[in-house]
């Protein structure tokens, strides 16, 4: 049985610039014949991964439970084996011959050619595979790869290693347990078969109503000029809009734990920090400029079985106009469009509400008076399944 937890969230934010495009305007969109406002799905992933560290510090999750993204996969792995005892000239020889052999070349800067997204088992793995098969992790004698092309010269540079020690590299490079790979997947252009397909997806949020870019000019004084000299110092203009944002995520439960390699527990957790990081976490955008710190009024989580996912965008496809309250509209309009999709397609569904809107809930969902509950309810529903 198919089950998939979807999360929606009704988000006003005060005047601010929480993502931005490459001219320093806040990004938006044409949706439904009118311009929005919009947060890219990256950006929102980017915020969660940033709670997830929180949740590590406060000892919810461990550093284990996480990914790293960087080239600087080398530098890791030699600062394991230091500490294992061996000397950092030979550990990044060593290192360098390993991700070698897993075809994941390394420039003269000491960096991989992309990004990779690690957990940090895999990296701890790696490393441990190195410092254990370390006499026997030479380079043999093998054609020179110069003049090749970079595919042929990669591939020509993992053959050169020890078989038995490839095997083991490949063993320990499976994802980790990393709940960021799990949730959010990972591609390695060298490697498909080592790519993670994620579990969750994440929407763009769109501002439930048209919006206008309004510009913020500013001055700024010398404060040792004399007195007697007049006129500012530096001036400029920042780009900002006021939005209430629907965002909506969701995660394929069975795939959340098939990614985590079966282990029930760790994606019970990772499903609770994934929602509630969803709902807390805001993008870092220009905020000690505009401090737009503005928790969501409007949550609703719904746990579906054997049904497909539902965004409810097109509640706002005809842009929602701010007559009393705007979040209150737009979680009307959010509850009429989920009640008219359940009233045509049906299917099993289990729904819970955060509300501060004063939104007309009625029996579209069961009204639960906190974030920490509702995420129990959320939780104990996905578990009973």
């Known amino acids: 049985m198919k089950t998939i937890v979807e999360i929606h969230a009704l988000q006003n934010f005060a005047p601010s610039n929480l993502n931005r495009d490459d001219t320093g305007a806040p990004k938006d969109a044409l949706f439904g014949g009118t311009r929005r406002a919009r ?55 060593k290192a360098t011959l390993a991700l070698g052999a897993m075809e994941l070349a390394i420039k003269d800067e000491g960096k991989t ?23 026997a992790l030479v380079a043999s004698a093998t054609p020179t790869t110069e003049g090749k092309k970079a595919g042929k010269a990669k591939k020509q540079a993992a053959q050169g290693i020890d078989p038995d020690i490839r095997k083991a590299l490949d063993k320990v490079f499976n994802g980790g347990k990393a709940l960021d790979v799990a949730l959010f997947g990972r591609m390695l252009a060298d490697m498909p078969e080592k790519n993670q397909y994620a579990a969750c997806q ?36 920042v ?52 401090a737009a710190h503005n928790p969501p009024e409007f949550v609703l989580a719904t746990v579906r079985r054997n049904t497909a996912p539902r965004n409810l965008a097109n509640a706002f496809e005809t842009a929602i106009r701010a007559r009393d309250n705007l979040t209150r509209n ?6 009429g469009k989920a009640k008219t999709l359940q009233a045509a397609y049906g299917g099993e569904a289990a729904a819970f509400v955060l509300d501060l ?8 969902a069961q009204p639960i008076a906190s974030l920490a509950a509702l995420l129990d309810a959320v939780i104990a529903e996905v578990q009973q399944g």
């Open 113 to 135: 050619e992309y990004l990779l997204f690690l957990g940090q088992r895999e990296i701890a793995g790696i490393a441990e595979v190195v410092h254990e098969k370390w006499d």
């Open 330 to 335: 737009s979680a009307n309009a959010l509850l």
């Open 39 to 93: 947060i890219s799905s990256q950006c929102t992933k980017r915020a969660v991964r940033q709670f997830f560290g929180e949740q590590v510090s406060q000892g919810i999750l461990s550093t284990d439970d996480l990914a790293r993204r960087s080239k600087r996969v080398l530098e890791a792995l030699i600062e394991i084996l230091v500490e294992r005892g061996r000397d950092p000239t030979d550990a990044k020889e």
């Open 239 to 290: 780009e900002f809009n006021s939005a209430c944002f629907y965002r909506y995520a969701v995660v394929d439960w069975e795939k959340l734990g098939a990614n985590l390699q079966g282990d029930g527990e760790l994606a019970a957790k990772g499903l609770r920090a994934f929602l509630e990081g969803f709902v807390v976490a805001e993008p870092t955008g220009k905020q000690n400029t505009f």
């Open 202 to 237: 994440v929407a763009h949020a769109l501002s439930t109503h048209a919006v206008e870019r309004e510009f913020d000019f500013y001055t700024a004084v010398d404060d040792l000029k004399p007195e007697d000299t007049a006129g500012a110092d530096m001036m400029g203009t």
């Open 357 to 364: 809107s004063g939104a007309e809930i009625g029996d579209a």
